[in-house]
């Protein structure tokens, strides 16, 4: 019963490195999204997907890159890490757009040095 | 001014009394409605969905929203520890077939024993 799972939970990068977030979910749902999570400022979604080889610009896309190669995993890349996107990432799935229901992993927190 | 306002708190309340959460937004747009929660460390899960204005009961929440006055709001019936997270509200739009969730900040609820 694992819904999404997100790697890795924690990882602290310096100015400049790169990296990948891996979500991978086990409910068969075609709509994927990766959001930012800051104090005070709630959920921000920053690309989401909404099928296999799909994917989408969403509030804050600056600075990430994703994919979406197989109907299960979502990747949110960073190219060069910036001290500005130290946050608490959060991928989430759902049925449809329209659903309001969004199943949400337990979170990655990154911190750029 | 974001289009979805929630107090931060924290709101702390004695084990038993009734808690009522609170969020405004500005977008008469907005059709549909939401209320997470999310505990510490972990991903936000959905309690409550609503569509119209008025009431709906769901064991011992009850999510109310009043269009005309553009505001949703969360009961909680004789409140648990176990409540103690942090309550995120959400309204989404349809543009143009294209589906939009705006998240509050939200509201920190802590219940004393």
């Known amino acids: 019963n694992a819904g999404v799972t997100q790697t890795p939970k924690f990882r602290v990068l310096k100015t400049g490195q790169s990296m990948t977030l891996l979500c991978a979910q086990d409910?068969?749902?075609?709509?994927m999204y990766w959001y930012r999570q800051d104090p005070g400022m709630g959920l921000r979604l920053i690309h989401y997907?909404?099928?296999?080889?799909?994917?989408a610009k969403g509030e804050v896309p600056d600075g990430y890159n994703v994919s979406r190669l197989k109907k299960q995993n979502f990747l949110l890349g960073l190219e060069s890490a910036a001290p500005s996107q130290t946050s608490v990432y959060f991928c989430?799935?759902?049925?449809?757009?329209?659903?309001?229901?969004?199943?949400f992993g337990e979170g990655s927190r990154l911190t750029v040095l | 001014q974001k289009e979805v306002e929630q107090d931060p708190g924290p709101l702390s309340v004695p084990e038993g009394a009734i808690v009522s959460l609170n969020c405004t937004y500005s977008?008469?747009?907005?059709?549909?409605f939401m209320w997470y929660r999310q505990y510490s460390r972990k991903g936000p899960e959905l309690l409550m969905y609503?569509?119209s204005s008025g009431n709906k009961e769901d064991g011992r929440f009850t999510a109310q929203v009043d269009k005309s006055s553009k505001y949703i709001s969360l009961f909680i019936r004789d409140s648990q520890p176990s409540d103690s997270a942090t309550y995120l509200c959400?309204?989404?739009?349809?543009?143009?077939?294209?589906?939009?969730?705006?998240w509050g900040a939200g509201t920190k609820l802590i219940i004393k024993p």
């Open positions: 977008n008469s747009a907005f059709q549909y």
């Open positions: 409910m068969n749902h075609e709509y």
């Open positions: 959400a309204s989404m739009r349809v543009m143009d077939s294209n589906y939009q969730l705006i």
């Open positions: 997907s909404v099928g296999e080889g799909t994917t």
């Open positions: 609503t569509y």
């Open positions: 989430a799935s759902s049925s449809g757009l329209a659903s309001g229901e969004l199943f």
